[in-house]
């Protein structure tokens, strides 16, 4: 983990948080996105992974193709041991120097999967968990992202497999996704609010 990370001092979110302590937020979000933009440093991650006095920035896309999600498992080979084994609807990851938010999802999508046809992308809200010892130290940004077919593959095998699951399948897989995952599906996708 000899990186530096993109984060943001929780005391400036703070206001923004009160009250959604496990949500996707919704409102206000382009005032929290202003003050990520105005407001982040870098600092080494393995020193941000252990000081909630800040909120490392993870951009978080979750792949949608008509009523399809793109569901991920997590193997033991994936870097962040906290979430081995787990399932994920979203490809995310830390912003390094030189990135912004929408750089650096790019650069995760990129990393992590092959997307062989065209996509768009809409911002979905804000996403807060205190909940575990992970969303502590993290603040995501999800974005929707509408692939226009299924050719849709992993890159990074060793790390995580990735399929199709339609949305009322989705149901069955919640309780071993990872928290974030179990916030969008119940909050934006079971509600079909994405």
């Not at 490392?56 to 949608?64: G, M």
């Not at 995580?160 to 919640?174: A, I, Q, S």
Request: zero cysteines.
């Amino acid at each position: 983990m000899n990186e530096e990370v993109m984060v943001v001092e929780t005391a400036s979110l703070a206001p923004f948080l009160a009250g959604h302590s496990r949500d996707v937020i919704r409102e206000r979000t382009e005032e929290i996105a202003h003050l990520i933009a105005t407001q982040h440093f870098f600092v080494d991650r393995a020193r941000a992974e252990v000081s909630p006095q800040w909120r490392q920035i993870i951009p978080y896309a979750v792949l949608a193709h008509g009523d399809a999600y793109f569901l991920l498992r997590r193997t033991r080979r994936q870097n962040e041991a906290r979430l081995h084994d787990k399932l994920s609807l979203g490809i995310g990851g830390h912003i390094n120097p030189g990135h912004d938010l929408l750089s650096g999802l790019q650069q995760e999508l990129n990393e992590e999967v092959q997307i062989d046809d065209p996509y768009t992308l809409d911002f979905a809200g804000i996403l807060n968990d205190e909940s575990t010892e992970v969303g502590r130290v993290h603040l995501g940004a999800v974005y929707l992202l509408h692939a226009k077919s299924d050719r849709v593959r992993v890159l990074e095998t060793e790390k995580m497999t990735g399929n199709w699951v339609g949305r009322m399948r989705l149901v069955e897989f919640e309780p071993a996704m990872e928290s974030w995952s179990q916030i969008v599906y119940r909050q934006l996708i079971e509600t079909s609010r994405l």
